[in-house]
């Protein structure tokens, strides 16, 4: 189906979707009334997983993958669109829509995924198969900034009201894929019990060179210095953000409203200070402090 065509008819449903709990997780209805499906994905041995919680780097990450898998060849990774090089494996969408499941479905091997899905509710077949993860973690100040410029821009999220109530449905896990601190707890605890590599979005802006190696390594691959030098070029905010297959430009306005607040938006870390108040900050970061008491995960808001 056409993009128009697409658009016509979202258009005619342009109000946001529902979203339901599934395990005291927030959900859009799609995923809730899939979630047998979602559960029960078979995963290969030779699946590369990409998970993070929402607006944390996937879409960099992404790229960074495909770009060491086509050995540097840009033209190859502008084969199609982020979504449908990568499917999102709980994304399920009603004909005539995307769906990310079937298409992971039809995906010859080896599979490149992606997940937003907290570490407890990923299909089980991934552990069972020994599947290797990726998971990019972004601290929650400038994760929770991004998913509110998100929020307004993406009609299959739910309205994020004022920056303020943001904050509050932030803390409180009210927002699509759940808390954020149980997320990047949850798959923290889980790196050394399966085959994770676990990534800071603030190390791969401050230095991607040392992170695209860990990525390298973890995918047993060598490359070239000078293809190396490509990648990390390629990869850059500023060239991402010019890339209609990796900036979600070429879905329709009903969907994403780049208008609103573009996608690929300022790609850096410490935005959060031109959002937070003095009052907001201290609030958040008392009750931060609570949320990730015990944990030895740290992270950078500013580099
Ligand atoms: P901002 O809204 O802070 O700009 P995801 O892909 O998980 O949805 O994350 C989106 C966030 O990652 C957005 O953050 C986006 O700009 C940022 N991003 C995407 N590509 C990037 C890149 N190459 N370098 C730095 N940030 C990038």
């Not at 089980?124 to 994760?143: G, H, L, T, V």
């Not at 990534?199 to 973890?218: A, G, Q, R, S, V």
């Not at 969907?255 to 609103?260: A, E, P, R, V, Y």
Request: contains cysteine; glycine residues 4%.
């Amino acid at each position: 189906m056409s993009l128009e065509k697409m658009n016509d008819l979202n258009l005619k449903e342009s109000t946001r979707p529902e979203n339901k709990e599934i395990n005291g997780v927030l959900m859009n209805k799609w995923i809730y009334d899939n979630w047998d499906k979602v559960w029960n994905f078979q995963a290969k041995s030779d699946d590369l997983l990409i998970a993070t919680y929402a607006k944390s780097g996937t879409t960099w990450t992404q790229e960074i993958v495909d770009m060491i898998q086509n050995d540097g060849n840009v033209e190859k990774c502008q084969r199609a669109n982020t979504f449908d090089r990568q499917p999102f494996i709980e994304w399920i969408m009603p004909p005539p829509f995307h769906s990310g499941f079937d298409l992971a479905m039809k995906m010859p091997s080896p599979r490149t995924l992606k997940t937003h899905l907290p570490v407890q509710m990923v299909p089980p077949s991934f552990w069972k198969e020994n599947s290797k993860i990726i998971y990019m973690a972004r601290n929650a100040k400038d994760c929770l900034v991004s998913y509110y410029h998100f929020s307004r821009m993406n009609k299959y999220v739910p309205d994020p009201g004022t920056f303020e109530e943001y904050i509050e449905a932030f803390m409180n896990g009210r927002v699509l894929w759940g808390s954020w601190y149980d997320h990047v707890k949850g798959w923290w605890d889980a790196k050394d019990k399966h085959r994770i590599l676990y990534l800071f979005y603030e190390d791969m802006k401050e230095n991607p060179k040392k992170e695209i190696l860990k990525i390298l390594k973890f995918m047993e691959k060598d490359i070239s210095e000078e293809i190396l030098n490509k990648i990390i070029h390629h990869t850059s905010f500023d060239i991402m953000k010019q890339n209609p297959m990796a900036n979600y430009t070429t879905l329709p306005t009903s969907i994403m409203d780049h208008s609103i607040s573009p996608f690929m938006r300022k790609g850096i870390t410490g935005d959060w200070k031109n959002h937070f108040t003095v009052a907001q900050n201290e609030k958040f970061d008392e009750d931060y402090k609570k949320k990730m008491e015990g944990t030895t995960l740290i992270f950078r808001t500013e580099i």
